[in-house]
């Protein structure tokens, strides 16, 4: 299926905006929700540059020119071979950077939009030195590494949170972008679909779009306590599928219309990404949220937190995923909590972000 048209159907006079950002769906997702909406104004062509990773996988359907480059990752830990990785950086970084120079020269971009992670550090350092000009978003509320260090080289850097946008001398607070797609759905229609009658309350669980092991077993280990109460839908990741005989339990490797997952929750149960966590926010579904935990720089956790203080969301450890029924009763049943998110409106960053982009274009 092809959802853009290829290049050669826009008008040649048509200005070019090329994104990037990958290495997780976080930051592949938000350039999706963009990408959309500006082909839908038929103002603009859009290209991708990323690697060969999840963000080539989430763009297959996408008919736009994607730019293959191979991008070196920070190791978090790691021990001995973590550091031997990072040391390489340097050298892996120069030829990623000429990577991407030859990539920009070929797609001729006006405008380079970054949404951050290892993947877009070259594209943006590469673009600057062409003299292309560049605007970032950063969804977290601490910024990652990547867009501190891209933050120089962009006229502008949107952010998710206000705090944010105040430690950067070009931070703008925008929102997040969030896909138009997963307000739409019916709840009817979302039932319908996955086979779930009206009355019954629906649980919605994933981990991100990889997946998550430490969730996905806290599930199944308590699926017996879990599916007495709620018919769970449960994207579990790619090759994390299980036998199972529970006609209560729905599991995907991966959920393609959110959307249609969304509509059909009573409440939610997942990683705290920040895209993720203001998609479900902006929809008013009450989430219990469960960090990354070991493997980040901890912004899952302050994401989670964030809300948390502000009565908006419930909040699990990892390392206390064994409480999950006992969680999840209490989220479902916490009136207060549906109370305050039903006042809430969440800022979505598109309409922001897509009016600085097009000022700069000149369109």
Do not use: W
Request: aromatic letters at 8%; hydrophobic letters at 40%; glycine letters at 10%.
């Amino acid at each position: 299926m092809s959802i853009f048209p290829p290049f050669h159907a826009y008008n040649n006079s048509m200005k070019t905006i090329l994104f990037t950002g990958g290495g997780s769906a976080g930051h592949v997702i938000p350039n999706i929700a963009l990408m959309e909406e500006i082909f839908n104004k038929k103002l603009a062509k859009v290209c991708y540059m990323g690697t060969d990773g999840i963000e080539k996988r989430l763009l297959k359907d996408y008919d736009c020119p994607y730019y293959t480059i191979a991008c070196p990752k920070l190791i978090r830990g790691g021990g001995v071979k973590g550091l031997a990785r990072n040391l390489r950086i340097p050298s892996d970084f120069a030829r990623a950077k000429k990577q991407a120079l030859d990539g920009l020269k070929k797609l001729k971009p006006d405008l380079v939009f970054s949404k951050g992670g290892y993947v877009a550090l070259p594209v943006v350092f590469a673009a600057h030195k062409l003299g292309i000009p560049c605007l970032a978003h950063e969804s977290d509320l601490s910024a990652g590494l990547a867009n501190r260090l891209c933050a120089k080289k962009c006229e502008t850097l949107f952010t998710s949170f206000p705090e944010t946008a105040e430690k950067f001398k070009n931070g703008q607070y925008s929102g997040a972008p969030i896909r138009p797609a997963v307000f739409h759905p019916a709840r009817n229609e979302a039932r319908k679909k996955f086979g779930i009658p009206l009355k019954e309350k629906v649980l919605l669980i994933f981990g991100g779009g990889s997946g998550s092991k430490a969730i996905n077993e806290a599930v199944r280990s308590h699926l017996q306590t879990l599916t007495k109460k709620y018919v769970i839908l449960h994207a579990c990741g790619k090759g994390n599928l299980v036998e199972s005989k529970n006609k209560r339990y729905l599991q995907f490797e991966f959920i393609e219309d959110m959307g249609m997952a969304y509509a059909c929750a009573d409440g939610v149960v997942s990683r705290s990404g920040a895209g993720t966590v203001f998609e479900i926010l902006a929809l008013k579904k009450p989430a219990l949220f469960v960090p990354l935990e070991g493997q980040t720089r901890g912004d899952q956790t302050e994401n989670a937190e964030y809300f948390m203080f502000k009565g908006l969301c419930h909040m699990l450890k990892q390392n206390e995923l064994s409480a999950l029924p006992a969680a999840v009763d209490t989220l479902m049943q916490d009136e207060n909590l549906k109370a305050r998110l039903a006042h809430t409106d969440f800022n979505r960053g598109n309409e922001v972000i897509l009016r600085e982009i097009f000022k700069v274009l000149g369109i």
